[in-house]
C-alpha cells in the first residue's frame, strides 16, 4: 500500500436501494426479496436479494413470483433511501473531511495526504460499524475516483480475484498493478454510449485492455472527442475534481409511521437506527451528545417531547438506547403514536485527568449510563449529587452531576447535628392549627396529623430574600403529638403547614 | 420414581441435594456508626445483602440512621445512592460535606423506586444502596410481588452493595436481615445531639411480612 495508490476512497453500497429498504424493516431480514419498478403487470425487477434464487433483474414481477414462492416484492423506500444515504456519508467523514456524495450508495473520499495504513484500518472498522447499522458497503482504494470506483465493484464481487494486480482484503480492494487490473476488466466497465458499445462489439473488443493497446489518436480520429474520453476512462487516467459535501450541523432525524404505531418495539429499532446515523455524523464533525431530545407526535396531532441530560457526553449508541428504551417502558399516551423525532446536542468531547489517589468509579461507563437511566425514569432533574445554597430556605438546594472521584472528607463540622433529622413532606400539608392560650399550638387538624399536641418548642422566626419579590418568612414549631410522632409545622404567609416528620 | 417428600426438612435436604451450591463467601460490611444496629448486624449492613429496617412508629429515627450512614460512608470515601421513594429526603439535614459521595434519586412512586433500585444495584459502583419506601402507597407496595424482592437481591448479590431498605412495616418477604425501630423519639430529643440520639437507638426483630389475600388484591 503506497501513499500513491490509495490518493482516492469510493465507499460503495451495492443494491442501495434494496438495502436502505430492509435497514427499516426487520421482517425482511433474510427473507427473499425483490425491489420492483412500475404498477400491475409492467411491474419488473429492479433490484433482488441474495435470497431470492432464480430471480433476476429485469425479469417481470409475476415471473419473479413464480421462480421463487416465497420472495417478497416491494417498491423502494425513498425516506429510507435518504437516511442510509446520510448514514453513508456521516461514515465517509470517518476517513477524511473531503468527502463526495456520489451518487444512491456511492461516497467518494480523497485520501491525499493521510497515512495509508491508518486509512485501511480506519474503512475496516468503518465497514464493520455500517454493517451493525444494516448497511453492507465495499471500500475501493485506487489513485484516482475512478480506479476506486473499480477497486470497490471488484471487492464488491461474491468471488474477487487477489492476485498481484488488486489486493483484496474482506471488503476492502486496493488497486496495485493498474495496468493489469484495467485490462481483465469488460469494456462497459469504462461505460461507453450505447452506439459505442455497439462499434466496440462490431471491432471484437471485448475488454478495456483490447481497447487500450489501440492508439487513442487512432480511437479519437474515428471515434470523435468522446471517443478519446472513452478510452481515457478505459486506461484508468479519467481525473475528475471531488465537489465535498459540508458535514451534518444539526444532528437529528424524523421518521412518520404509516400505520400508526402501539408498541414501543418498532419505535425502539427506529430509535435505533437514527441513533446510529446521528453517532457518526457526531463523531465526523468531532462532536459528542450532551443531551438528547426524543419527540413523539400523536395521532390527535398532540407531541410528546422529553429531554436527556447525558451525565457523560458521548456518542455509546447503546447507552442511549437504554436511556431511550427505559423512558419508553413507561409512556403511555392516549393516541397511537404517528411519528418520531430524535435530535442530540452537540457538544465537545470533555477533557479531564485523574489524580493518583482519587477514589474513582469501578465501571465509569456502567456509572454514566445509569445514571442517565436513571434520568429518563424519573427525570433528569431528579437524580444528582445535592448541593445545598447558602440559605435557609426549604429546598434550597441544586442537584448536580456527581463527582467522578469522591473527594476526601473535609472534617467534622464544628457544631454537632441537634436533634432528629427532618423528613420532608413535598409539598408541604396545609394544615388547621389551633392556639391555646399563650398562643402555643395545642390542636392539630388536617395533613394527615390531626391530634392533640402533647408538648411543643418554638417560635424560630426565619425570613430571607426580602430583597426579592419572593421574600419568605416562617415561624418555625416542634410538636409532638399525644399518639406519637415529632413534626416541624410552620406558620408562613399563606397560613399553617406542617413542613415535615423529625425522624 | 422418588417418594414425594412430607417434612420441611426433608425438602431442603432434596434441594441441597439437587441444586448444591458454595457457600457465598462473606464480601465485608458497613458500619452504620449506630452501635444497637451495628451489634444487630454483627458490625454493619452486610455487602451483598438486603437488610430491611422497619420504622414501625413516626419518628422512630429512620431518617437519623440515613444522615449518620452517609457521615460513616463519607469518612469511607465510599459512594452512596439513597433512592427516595416519597422525595422526603432534606439535604440540609445533613452536613454539606457529607452529601459529596451521594446520588440522591428523587421518585415518585414505588414503580419508580423499585424500577431506580434495580438499575443501581447491579452498577457496582456503590458501596451502599439505600431504598427508603416509607411514605410510599402500602397497599401498592403490598402487591409487589414476591419475585421483585428476589430480583433485587440477586442484584445486590451481582453488584456488592450493602442494601438498607426502610420500611414503615415488614414488607419483603424472606430477608436475609431486618430489623424494626418501635420507639418514638420524644420532643426532647431536639435538645440533643443526633449522636446521642442514635446512641440510644435499640432495634428488635420484626415480624413477617403479611401478604394481601386474593380478596384484598382485587379490592386495590
Excluded at chain 1, 458521548?314 to 430524535?342: K, N, Q, Y
Amino acid at each position: 500500500m503506497t501513499p500513491l495508490a490509495m490518493r482516492y476512497a469510493v465507499v460503495r453500497a451495492g443494491n442501495f436501494s434494496l438495502q436502505a429498504l430492509r435497514r427499516g424493516d426487520p421482517a425482511l431480514a433474510g427473507r427473499p426479496v425483490a425491489l420492483v419498478c412500475g404498477e400491475g403487470r409492467k411491474a419488473v425487477v429492479t433490484e433482488v436479494s441474495a435470497e431470492a434464487h432464480g430471480v433476476e433483474e429485469g425479469i417481470p414481477a409475476a415471473l419473479a413470483f413464480a421462480r421463487c414462492p416465497g420472495i417478497v416484492i416491494r417498491s423502494r423506500d425513498p425516506s429510507g433511501e435518504v437516511e442510509a444515504q446520510r448514514l453513508l456519508i456521516a461514515a465517509a467523514f470517518g476517513l477524511s473531511p473531503r468527502v463526495e456524495a456520489t451518487g444512491p450508495g456511492v461516497c467518494t473520499v480523497d485520501l491525499q495526504g493521510a497515512d495509508p495504513q491508518r486509512a485501511w484500518a480506519r474503512a475496516q472498522a468503518i465497514v464493520a460499524e455500517l454493517a451493525m447499522a444494516g448497511l453492507c458497503v465495499t471500500i475501493g482504494f485506487g489513485r484516482t475516483p475512478l480506479l476506486s470506483s473499480h477497486a470497490a465493484e471488484h471487492a464488491g464481487r461474491r468471488d474477487p480475484r487477489s492476485d498481484e494486480s488488486v489486493k483484496t482484503e474482506a471488503a476492502l480492494a486496493v488497486l496495485g498493478d493498474e495496468r493489469a487490473f484495467l485490462a481483465a476488466l469488460p469494456v462497459a466497465a469504462a461505460s461507453p454510449s450505447p452506439p459505442q458499445a455497439e462499434i466496440l462489439a462490431r471491432w471484437g473488443l471485448r475488454t478495456c485492455g483490447q481497447l487500450t493497446a489501440l492508439p487513442k489518436a487512432g480511437i479519437g480520429a474515428r471515434l470523435g472527442a468522446e471517443g478519446m474520453a472513452l478510452w481515457e476512462r478505459a486506461a484508468g487516467e479519467t481525473i475528475r475534481v471531488l465537489r465535498p459535501v459540508e458535514p451534518a450541523k444539526t444532528f437529528a432525524a424524523e421518521w412518520d409511521y404509516e400505520p400508526p404505531v402501539e408498541s414501543a418495539e418498532p419505535l425502539l429499532f427506529r430509535l435505533r437506527r437514527f441513533a446510529e446515523r446521528i453517532a457518526l455524523e457526531l463523531r465526523g464533525a468531532g462532536f459528542v451528545a450532551e443531551r438528547l431530545t426524543l419527540t413523539l407526535l400523536m395521532e390527535d396531532e398532540t407531541d410528546c417531547r422529553r429531554e436527556f441530560r447525558l451525565p457523560e457526553p458521548g456518542t455509546d449508541i447503546d447507552g442511549w438506547m437504554r436511556v431511550l428504551a427505559s423512558h419508553l417502558e413507561g409512556v403511555r399516551t392516549a393516541a397511537r403514536i404517528c411519528g418520531a423525532r430524535l435530535a442530540a446536542s452537540p457538544a465537545r468531547p470533555p477533557e479531564k485527568q485523574d489524580g493518583l489517589f482519587d477514589m474513582g468509579l469501578r465501571d465509569p461507563q456502567a456509572f454514566w449510563e445509569n445514571l442517565a437511566r436513571l434520568g429518563a425514569i424519573v427525570g433528569s432533574d431528579r437524580v444528582g449529587t445535592p448541593v445545598p445554597a447558602d440559605s435557609y430556605r426549604l429546598d434550597s438546594f441544586t442537584l448536580e452531576k456527581p463527582q467522578e472521584a469522591v473527594p476526601p472528607p473535609e472534617g467534622q463540622p464544628p457544631h454537632p447535628q441537634r436533634g432528629p433529622a427532618l423528613r420532608r413532606f413535598r409539598p408541604e400539608r396545609p394544615l388547621g392549627v389551633e392556639l391555646d392560650g399563650s398562643s402555643r399550638p395545642w390542636r392539630l387538624e388536617g395533613g394527615g396529623l390531626g391530634g392533640t399536641v402533647a408538648a411543643c418548642r418554638g417560635p424560630w422566626r426565619e425570613n430571607g430574600d426580602w430583597w426579592k419579590p419572593d421574600r419568605w418568612v416562617r415561624e418555625i414549631w416542634c410538636v409532638e403529638l399525644v399518639g406519637g410522632g415529632l413534626y416541624q409545622i410552620a406558620r408562613t404567609a399563606a397560613g399553617w403547614v406542617a413542613e415535615g416528620m423529625l425522624d | 420414581m422418588p417418594r414425594p417428600p412430607t417434612t420441611l426438612q426433608t425438602l431442603r435436604q432434596l434441594l441441597a441435594k439437587r441444586f448444591p451450591q458454595t457457600p457465598r463467601a462473606s464480601r465485608g460490611s458497613h458500619p452504620t456508626g449506630i452501635a444497637g444496629i451495628d451489634a444487630a448486624l454483627d458490625g454493619g449492613l452486610p455487602a451483598g445483602r438486603l437488610t430491611e429496617l422497619v420504622s414501625a412508629r413516626p419518628s422512630s429515627g429512620g431518617q437519623s440512621v440515613v444522615s449518620r450512614l452517609l457521615s460513616e460512608t463519607r469518612v469511607a470515601r465510599e459512594r452512596v445512592a439513597l433512592v427516595d421513594g416519597s422525595d422526603a429526603f432534606d439535604p440540609s439535614a445533613v452536613p454539606p460535606d457529607c452529601l459529596r459521595h451521594l446520588v440522591w434519586v428523587r421518585c415518585r412512586d414505588c414503580g419508580q423506586a423499585l424500577a431506580a433500585a434495580d438499575i443501581l444495584l447491579r452498577d457496582g459502583n456503590y458501596a451502599v444502596v439505600v431504598l427508603d419506601l416509607r411514605g410510599l402507597d402500602e397497599r401498592a407496595l403490598r402487591r409487589t410481588p414476591p419475585s421483585v424482592w428476589h430480583r433485587l437481591q440477586r442484584a445486590a448479590e451481582a453488584g456488592g452493595a450493602a442494601v438498607l431498605v426502610q420500611t414503615q412495616s415488614p414488607l419483603a418477604p424472606a430477608m436475609p436481615a431486618r430489623l424494626v425501630l418501635e420507639e418514638w423519639l420524644p420532643l426532647s430529643a431536639s435538645l440533643r445531639t443526633r449522636a446521642e440520639i442514635l446512641d440510644t437507638l435499640e432495634p428488635g426483630r420484626a415480624r413477617a411480612p403479611r401478604r394481601l389475600d386474593e380478596g384484598e388484591q382485587r379490592a386495590g
